[in-house]
């Protein structure tokens, strides 16, 4: 495939950096490159799915949304992996608690990802219904939590391809049986992209919402206040 891709508009491969954070929100990219990043480039602008790279710290970083679902995910991960030499994705995203010890503001990374999702197995023949991410991009956020005193849970979440479920309480089930703490709807097809390409993916979220306690966050705090996480990925880096 021919550079840029149909999905990014960069025909410069420096402009994006070996590692890449991506929040689904391209909003929240934009805040992030904002806040966070100094030297700050625009690499994206095509459909709204914004990118920026600048420096963290003297590190390289490229920030840029991957929109919701696995689908949407799938796309920009294989793209910027297979055509651009990004070597790490770090998912930054949000998370709907299923457990009541999983509150708002927590920050969980995925141990695993747990779907009903046909991604992997339409992709690439795959057959597991659990996709794994990097051990090492893992180990070392664990240790930057450790040695920064941020509270952290690893555990399994469940990536799901359907946001709004006719039966709410199957979280209930998905929860007893397959062990998730949370759902999100993009990791597992991250970890998938990442195994088959042999690069490294990540997946740190921010509890959002509870369908346990119907607690929820707003759409501008998503956006804007999930800072912990975002400041722990990027010293991770």
Not at 15 to 29: C, F, H, N, S
Not at 106 to 116: F, K, N, P, T, Y
Not at 144 to 173: C, G, I, M, P
Request: include cysteine.
């Amino acid at each position: 495939m021919a550079i840029p891709t149909p999905h990014i508009d960069q025909k410069d491969l420096s402009k994006i950096a070996e590692t890449v954070l991506m929040p689904g929100d391209p909003l929240r990219a934009k805040f992030i490159a904002d806040t966070f990043l100094t030297d700050v480039e625009q690499i994206n602008t095509v459909r709204n799915m914004f990118g920026y790279t600048g420096t963290y710290k003297g590190k390289k970083v490229t920030v840029m949304g991957s929109g919701m679902g696995m689908a949407s995910i799938g796309i920009y991960s294989y793209e910027l992996y297979q055509f651009y030499n990004v070597k790490n994705i770090i998912r930054i995203g949000s998370a709907g608690s299923y457990d009541a010890d999983f509150k708002l503001y927590d920050i969980v990374l995925a141990s695993d990802a747990w779907s009903e999702s046909s991604y992997a197995k339409t992709q690439g023949g795959y057959e597991s219904d659990v996709t794994y991410p990097s051990e090492e991009l893992n180990n070392k956020i664990i240790a930057t939590a450790k040695a920064t005193n941020t509270e952290l849970k690893v555990a399994r979440v469940h990536s799901s391809d359907v946001f709004y479920r006719q039966n709410f309480d199957d979280y209930k089930t998905i929860r007893k049986e397959h062990n998730c703490v949370c759902v999100e709807m993009e990791s597992f097809s991250l970890f998938h992209n990442a195994k088959v390409l042999g690069k490294h993916a990540a997946c740190a979220l921010t509890i959002s919402d509870s369908l346990v306690t119907h607690e929820a966050t707003s759409s501008e705090e998503r956006q804007n206040s999930f800072t912990k996480m975002i400041e722990l990925v990027l010293e991770s880096i």
